[in-house]
């Protein structure tokens, strides 16, 4: 079943018959039984070893100053000495400061150690060992860290508070932008859909700044991954809401743009017409 599942075994219509890889999967076997003994061996470690493998479970890998971090919120008396511990029982590899699981499965029997209801809970106290760095919104690397962990848990009712959410809102635009420098714009808006989730009731009225800006992001990246309903409802916010003309500016660049894209081109035309006369220069009507 396994070996199917991996596709390691396929059916060929043409020969009608099954086709596999010897090779493959005498190498999966081999691994699989490895796998197997490290995860009885996992199950016998120390509660704290046990523990601090159960973090970082929820990331896959971990490098050291991440760590640092992860030791304010005290889950283990000390994560570095835990994990040098699973490393000596080849439950982890280590390269220079990154910690990670030997294997896949390794992190989803680990993660599996985690009582379902104790998952979401673990992921938040997680995000907010990693804001406690009073420097966060200039750190791109924990900020993605961060929005990573909230996000997973950030739907269940009650979970956070007014104040969290409104920090992990900031953390979830850095993250999006640091996505976008990176080119991963499907990823990008992720954060910004998070972000825009997380704002307070009437965002319009209470954060408008910031709403402003998760809007104008989320449309930009929509936009470029193809996402025209998104485009289409983000720019209808923006311009019902916006406070000023030089508020909605950049939405209505955008939105002359998207209109091109869909062919519409002289309601294209109409937008850039507008905005050039709120500019002060005049065209003829003809």
């Not at 200039?138 to 269940?156: F, H, S, V």
Request: proline fraction near 3%.
């Amino acid at each position: 079943r396994s070996i199917i599942k991996r596709n390691m075994m396929t059916f060929s219509v043409k020969s009608r018959r099954w086709t596999w890889d010897d090779d493959s999967i005498d190498f999966h076997m081999i691994s699989e039984g490895v796998v197997e003994l490290l995860t009885r061996k996992l199950q016998q470690l120390p509660p704290d070893v046990i523990q601090a493998l159960k973090v970082m479970s929820c990331f896959g890998q971990i490098n050291v100053s991440t760590i640092q971090l992860l030791n304010l919120g005290q889950f283990v008396p000390d994560m570095v000495e835990s994990l040098d511990l699973a490393l000596k029982e080849g439950i982890v590899e280590k390269a220079g400061p990154l910690y990670a699981f030997s294997h896949d499965m390794l992190q989803e029997s680990t993660y599996a150690l985690i009582p379902t209801e104790e998952r979401s809970l673990l992921h938040k106290r997680i995000g907010k060992s990693l804001v406690q760095d009073p420097d966060i919104l200039n750190n791109n690397e924990l900020c993605t860290l961060a929005a990573d962990q909230i996000n997973i848990c950030k739907d269940i009712d009650g979970i956070l508070d007014p104040s969290e959410k409104a920090l992990f809102v900031r953390v979830n635009l850095r993250a999006g932008k640091n996505s976008i420098a990176a080119s991963s714009y499907e990823q990008a808006r992720g954060y910004f859909d998070a972000g825009i989730s997380l704002l307070a009731t009437n965002p319009w009225d209470k954060q408008y700044s910031l709403c402003l800006e998760l809007y104008e992001m989320s449309v930009i990246v929509s936009f470029i991954g193809g996402n025209v309903e998104t485009v289409s409802s983000r720019l209808s916010d923006i311009l019902s809401h916006a406070r000023s003309f030089d508020d909605a500016l950049n939405s209505r660049s955008l939105r002359a743009k998207f209109l091109a894209s869909q062919a519409q081109y002289a309601e294209a035309a109409s937008e850039l017409l507008y905005v050039l006369s709120k500019l002060g220069e005049e065209f003829p009507k003809e």
